[in-house]
């Protein structure tokens, strides 16, 4: 007898991950001359931009997040780096600490290539995120 796994469950909705997507997209076209930054630089980056509206606008949806969601936006971006398969779900969803207090949407505000990860990550989970509650 065959084992069949079945998907994890997300506890974002694809739209909600396909809207913070964009707003990466958006805020990394207005970043694209920082580029490869180092990490240290980031938070500076982050405090000379804070009178930016697209910033603003993605800090603003971040926060409005429960941490299972952020949990899960970050998972999905480090699925969507290719460093784990989807199959490692549950390790990588228990390897995030508190979203609060590890400053999770400073990180993904901050991460390079954040909307390309996401969708990557969000694929893994086949049509419209399929596996979702």
Do not use: C
Not at 18 to 23: E, G, I, M, N, P
Not at 71 to 97: H, M, N, P, Q, Y
């Amino acid at each position: 007898m065959v084992e069949t796994r079945s998907r994890p469950t997300l506890r974002i909705a694809p739209d909600k991950v396909a809207y913070v997507a964009a707003l990466a997209r958006e805020f990394d076209v207005k970043t694209a001359d920082d580029e490869l930054m180092d990490p240290d630089e980031i938070a500076h980056v982050l405090e000379d931009s804070s009178h930016d509206p697209a910033l603003e606008e993605f800090k603003s949806f971040l926060a409005t997040l429960n941490d299972e969601e952020l949990e899960d936006l970050l998972a999905l971006t480090w699925l969507g780096r290719g460093e784990w398969s989807i199959d490692d779900w549950d390790e990588i969803v228990a390897e995030i600490k508190d979203v609060r207090e590890q400053h999770t949407i400073q990180y993904l505000i901050g991460s390079p290539l954040l909307s390309d990860f996401l969708e990557e990550g969000l694929a893994q989970f086949g049509p419209a995120g399929a596996g979702r509650r």
